[in-house]
């Protein structure tokens, strides 16, 4: 348990990392700044590129000898058939559509990966400046870029006012299927990895995914969630591995709760 806890206070040096990849990204935001398609169809930008550039500088600066799958590199040279048990996912921009409308809700994702599980991870969002980390006692967050860290935690459940998250693209009859299967009686949709930290922060209680991510999109956010206390696992209960190389990274359903 020691090396673990060891590793989740990675989540303060990833913050920073995090945090100086969104002021890279953030002044494309809100401009007319060209998109352009990726093989399977979502949008990549200048923004996305900019950001995985420095991140994957400043890891390799401090963690030469980790290896990383990074969004942009995987989607234009693939991912690889195998990988060690220890290494970096990175979404640089997550949330990208939410990036190109124009809306707040998109982030830098880093998550460390030991063993097939999250055990450290950063997520900024570069609109807002909030930055959400693991460290060795738990979760913590800075509410400005650099400014002081305040611990966070999920909250319990309250019957009657259990708030779920949903994708913002969700069409209304399956957010309303979902509420029903997992009982949550309010509905807010949000884009990107920010939902996660909403839960870990006790502004929400659940997350329900029934539809393709990768990897990089819940890494960080997984790491971070289950550091505040709560729980990111298959709808079955089953734990949420990671390194499934032989499915090109690719994630199954998933279920993050709060309390």
């Known amino acids: 348990m020691k090396v673990t806890e060891t590793l989740a206070d990675w989540g303060r040096a990833l913050a920073d990392i995090a945090e100086d990849a969104a002021a890279v990204i953030l002044p494309f935001w809100k401009t007319e700044l060209a998109v352009a398609q990726k093989a399977d169809e979502s949008p990549v930008t200048e923004a996305d590129r900019a950001g995985e550039r420095l991140i994957l500088r400043r890891l390799a600066e401090r963690w030469p000898e980790v290896p990383v799958i990074s969004e942009e590199y995987a989607s234009e040279f693939g991912t ?16 990208t559509k939410a990036f190109v409308r124009g809306d707040p809700n998109f982030t830098v994702n880093i998550g460390l990966i030991e063993d097939g599980v999250p055990v450290a991870g950063a997520v900024c969002a570069p609109a807002t400046g909030e930055t959400w980390f693991t460290t060795a006692s738990g979760a913590a967050k800075r509410a400005a870029a650099g400014g002081p860290e305040s611990p966070i935690g999920v909250r319990a459940r309250v019957p009657g006012r259990v708030l779920g998250l949903v994708s913002h693209t969700m069409r209304e009859e399956k957010a309303a299927e979902l509420a029903a ?11 990107s990895s920010i939902k996660m930290c909403r839960i870990a922060e006790g502004a929400a209680d659940i997350y329900p995914r029934h539809g393709p991510t990768s990897e990089w999109d819940t890494a960080a956010g997984h790491a971070v969630l289950v550091a505040a206390g709560g729980t990111f696992t298959q709808p079955d209960g089953a734990p949420f591995l990671y390194g499934k190389a032989d499915q090109a990274f690719r994630n199954g359903w998933f279920v993050a709760r709060g309390g």
């Open 80 to 95: 690889p058939e195998a990988i060690g048990p220890r290494f970096f996912l990175v979404d640089p921009v997550d949330g």
């Open 181 to 191: 299967e997992y009982g949550f009686d309010l509905r807010a949709p949000m884009d």
